[in-house]
Structures are given as structure tokens and as C-alpha cells.
């Protein structure tokens, strides 16, 4: 567990497939999906934020408040989740000692799970992941001593493999609220009419 800054790494370098193309601009709450994904990871307690796009990126960057985020480029998104991470990973600064990972299709991850992750840092621990419930999710952290493995990974490698290998440690978040992502039309639309629950609308 080395000693530095924790920087949020946000994915969101897919095509959508499932939903229909550019599910990162789809509107929620009368802004961009990415844009609520990238204040959730704003509001957390990362020391910064890297975007990773790919599919394309020059509309999603284009149509989307990025604030601080650095955006990075993922020119083989087309091979998974994989190839997202490690170009995020690659893109960090040598003084970063972790990576808070979440997803782009994820608005309403609470920050609350990232802070969970970083109390339950141990030396000896490479990677923790939030759990809700049992079922596994995000942010995973990933300690600097996984980025040189994981970036060595086979191009159309899943990070899975080397996570697991590692000894990932799941810390419960359930009681914190359900991130729902988005694959399908339907799931925004569920996400719509939460959004408007939550704002009294």
C-alpha cells in the first residue's frame, strides 16, 4: 500500500450496444448519463478524475460538462473493459497509489462507497471492491502494485483474472443504496423516475 494520491478512473469508453449507441449523452435529469457518473466520482474522495472514452469520443466529449476530469482516449475500446482500464491506468501519474475504478453508466454510485474503500486499505491488500448486498460492484480500488499486471495483461485479457488473483476484498455498501447501471432504453427510464423521486419531482 504505497503512499500517494487516489485518483477516480472513470470507463466509459463502449459503444452502448445494448442501449442503442451513445449511451454516454443519454439524457437523465435533463443532462448527460456520463455527466451524473462524472460528479458522483467528483463528490467522492478521489483527488482527481480520469475519463476514459472511446467509441465515439470526439461527440461524447463534445456533449458532455467535463469539469476537471482528464479525458484519455481508449483507441482499442472494441476489446472490452479491459483495454478501458489499462488505458486509464496507463494515463496516471507515477505519484498516484491507487485507482478508484466506476463506470460511466453508473449516476448514482455514492460517494460514500469509495470512502469505505479507502478506510479499508491494509498492506497486503492489492484491490477491494464495494458490494451491495453480496452482489459485487463498484468502485473497485486497485493498488499501484496491480497496474504493472494488469497493464501486461493480454489485449483482450478482463481484468477479472488478475483481480481475483490478487485477492480482491469485497467491503459491504448495500446499506449506502443501489448504483443501478445502464444497459437498456428501460433502465434509464426506471433511472428517469427515480431521478425525479429523488428531487421531489
Known sequence: MAPGRIVAVVLAA?????????????????????????????????????????ADAEEVEAGVELGA???????????????????GLAAL??????????LGDEPFLPAEAAARLLAARRPGLAALRAGYSGRPGHPV????????????????????????????????????????????????AALERRAAELGGG
Open 141 to 188: 480500488l486497485i493498488e499501484r502494485e496491480l497496474f504493472a499486471p494488469l497493464l501486461a495483461a493480454p489485449a483482450d485479457a478482463q481484468p477479472a483474472a488478475v483481480l481475483r488473483e490478487a485477492g480482491i476484498a469485497t467491503v459491504e455498501c448495500g446499506d449506502l443504496g443501489d448504483p443501478a447501471d445502464v444497459d437498456t432504453p428501460a433502465q434509464l
Open 14 to 54: 463502449g459503444e452502448g450496444r445494448r442501449f442503442g449507441g451513445r449511451k454516454q449523452l443519454a439524457p437523465l435529469a435533463g443532462r448527460p448519463l456520463l455527466e451524473h457518473a462524472l460528479a458522483a466520482a467528483a463528490a467522492g474522495p478521489a483527488d482527481g478524475t480520469v475519463l476514459v472514452i472511446g
Open 93 to 102: 501519474e507515477p505519484e498516484v497509489a491507487a485507482a478508484l475504478v466506476t
Open 69 to 87: 476530469a482528464t479525458v484519455v482516449r481508449c483507441v482499442d475500446w472494441e476489446r472490452g473493459q479491459g483495454a478501458s482500464l489499462r488505458a
